[in-house]
């Protein structure tokens, strides 16, 4: 019998990848996302992909969507990756865009969370895999709440980790840096090390499949972002200033 595996945010980008990549090993991947077109397209080219149209930022569809699965299937990685990001203006904050990015990128996850951890393939070392960002370790320019909901985002997975420490459900934190998809080609600034879609797919994979605990890629970015989180606060502070004015 194929491994099962779920991912959120399926219909395009790094979610669309990563279920491509899946399906194409063999495993019977659950895709979950709004656009029931795309995921019908997304369906098309593999026939190992199940599309599952559902709205995660409506937890009363989510809970009863993972009421109804069949308690003798299991899933043996869950990927919970649908997120969004929306730039705000300091001088105006927009309630609305805070709203939508942390229901998505927050609430849907917790949700998510909440409802899958029943149906995990516990005794086969399961992973429960969630993707956030390398967004949250510096402050980037109108990037309040894409930023602070990735860093609520970790913080939940991280903690998540150590509350089920006695059970054998590997809890893997995903923060990728730029990725070239639907969302990232909205952006008008330079994007440093940008990957494809594929290539984070299969990273993703392989560190699943080696049970890591965090997964952050490109490296160069990790690396030079941990670089500038060890510089003094007043110098990190007026360097971000400076690269808002560039």
């Known amino acids: 019998m194929s491994k099962i595996c779920l991912i959120t945010g399926a219909s395009s980008g790094l979610g669309r990848a990563t279920a491509l990549h899946y399906a194409s090993k063999g495993w019977q991947v659950y895709a979950i996302a709004r656009s029931s077109d795309k995921l019908a397209e997304l369906a098309n080219e593999n026939t190992n992909i199940k599309p599952i149209s559902l709205d995660l930022t409506d937890s009363v569809a989510v809970a009863s969507w993972f009421a109804a699965w069949p308690a003798e299937q299991k899933i043996d990685v869950a990927i919970l990756n649908a997120g969004n990001c929306e730039y705000v203006e300091a001088t105006a904050l927009d309630l609305a865009a805070f709203e939508r990015t942390f229901a998505l990128n927050v609430q849907a996850v917790v949700a998510c969370t909440r409802y899958l951890l029943p149906h995990l393939h516990t005794g086969s070392r399961p992973t429960l895999a969630i993707v956030s960002s390398m967004a949250h370790f510096f402050p ?7 930023g602070a909901s990735k860093a609520a985002t970790s913080y939940f997975t991280d903690t998540m980790r150590v509350d089920l420490s006695d059970t054998d459900i590997n809890i893997c934190l995903i923060e990728p840096g730029f990725i070239d998809t639907p969302l990232t ?10 990957m494809a879609p594929a290539d984070a797919a299969k990273r993703i994979y392989d560190g699943i499949a080696n049970t890591k605990s965090r997964l952050r890629f490109p490296r160069r970015l990790s690396f030079s972002l941990k670089l500038l989180g060890l510089l003094p606060y007043n110098l990190r502070n007026k360097l971000a200033i400076k690269m808002k004015v560039q």
């Open 140 to 146: 980037f320019t109108r990037s309040q709440a894409y």
């Open 185 to 194: 080609q909205k952006n008008d600034f330079d994007m440093p090390f940008l």
